[in-house]
């Protein structure tokens, strides 16, 4: 499984010594449910199989390794995620694991853009801060491209 390696990276969740906390970017729900995540070693929702709070846990988590840019629209990654040269090789198949990430978070992103277009930009700034960011170089292919040969 491909988010399987998260759990013994946590790199994510981990602020490198000499490193400012990270203030993880919350909807308007998740503020009301959490509210506040801030990371200043480890994250403190961070088990020894990972994060704890599963599926509750904050869009810009689940997001990653990605970023969303509002503005050009476009999905930008963390380059030292040691997951993505496997994330960005999986997206040539609309059934990976990682196309299915990908379709799951355009969806969700589609209702923030929405309801709340000021946390993705936040969220993106956030991630420009705290993130080596390179372009997504390939997008997942829909249902019917994956199909053809």
Known sequence: MLFDHCAQCQQCCTI????????VSLTQTETARLGSVCIEDNCANLGPSGCQLG????????????????HSRDFY?????????????????ASSEASQHLAQMRQTIAVLEQQEPE?????????????????????APTPSQGQLK
Do not use: R, W
């Open 16 to 23: 490198e010594a000499g490193h400012p906390p990270l203030d």
């Open 77 to 93: 990654y963390d380059s030292e995620c040691p997951l993505m040269p496997t994330y960005i090789a999986q997206l040539a198949s």
């Open 119 to 139: 946390y993705l930009l936040h969220n993106h700034l956030v991630d420009i801060d705290y993130f080596d960011l390179l372009k997504l170089p390939v997008q």
């Open 55 to 70: 599926h509750d846990k904050p869009f810009g988590c689940t997001l990653y390794p990605l970023s969303y840019n509002p």
